[in-house]
């Protein structure tokens, strides 16, 4: 069991360039989530899918999309990067009822 | 959404018990408390969740007093590498999403 995979580890990109950060959990699990992390702040989450086929905004979503590809996979975009998401990006699943959350490893973005 | 307060930082040293307390003064009736670690350069890691009372696993403790207005995270004996940040969340059976992460509580433990 690999848990949560996030690609890529790190990642540079240009103002205005975009990018796609892939995740994929293989615990079966119905509901996963974006976070963002910026330094000595906590998480915020970006978006959730509660289940396959259904996505929702959570506290930050503004410049981000989604898209739950199915069980397995949760992608976020960045369709015109801005220095304001240089962050570190974790992704997360969990089962209900409130078990806990499971993270990928993160993937840190810089945009300049 | 109920919302948690906690200590910013705290010290200790090897071998002491440490305790942490969380305040959710909203707390709703079907929320459960999660306490969760994260080290540097890592994604937070889940440490123990309850509901009332007492709630004891291999690596911590967890307080939760009648009111459920607060609770309390306890780490017997520490060691250099529960140097780390602690979050408390809330979140109830309905929910999909565990609420707002705090910017939790460094600890460092001391040799």
């Known amino acids: 069991n690999a848990g949560v995979t996030q690609t890529p580890k790190f990642q540079v990109l240009k103002t205005g360039q975009s990018m796609t950060l892939q995740c994929a959990q293989d615990m079966n699990h119905n509901s996963m989530y974006w976070y963002r992390q910026d330094p000595g702040m906590g998480l915020r989450l970006i978006y959730y899918?509660?289940?396959?086929?259904?996505?929702d905004k959570g506290e930050v979503p503004n410049g981000y999309n989604v898209s739950r590809l199915n069980k397995r996979e949760f992608s976020l975009r960045l369709e015109s990067a801005a220095p304001s998401q240089t962050s570190v990006y974790f992704c997360?699943?969990?089962?209900?009822?409130?078990?806990?959350?499971?993270f990928g490893p993160g993937t840190r973005l810089t945009v300049t | 959404l109920a919302k948690t307060t906690q200590p910013i930082s705290m010290d200790s040293y090897e071998g002491q018990e440490v305790n942490i307390t969380c305040s959710h003064n909203n707390i709703a009736t079907n929320d459960y408390i999660t306490w969760y670690q994260q080290f540097p350069s890592q994604g937070p890691r889940f440490i123990i969740q309850g509901y009332k009372t007492k709630v004891t696993n291999e690596v911590a403790s967890l307080f939760i007093p009648a009111d459920r207005k607060s609770s309390t995270l306890s780490l017997p004996r520490v060691s250099l590498s529960d140097t780390a940040v602690y979050y408390c969340?809330?979140?109830?059976?309905?929910?999909?999403?565990?609420?707002?992460w705090g910017a939790g509580t460094k600890l460092i433990i001391k040799p």
């Open positions: 997360a699943s969990k089962e209900t009822p409130p078990y806990e959350q499971y």
């Open positions: 899918s509660a289940s396959e086929g259904t996505t």
């Open positions: 969340l809330v979140g109830g059976m309905d929910s999909n999403y565990q609420l707002i």
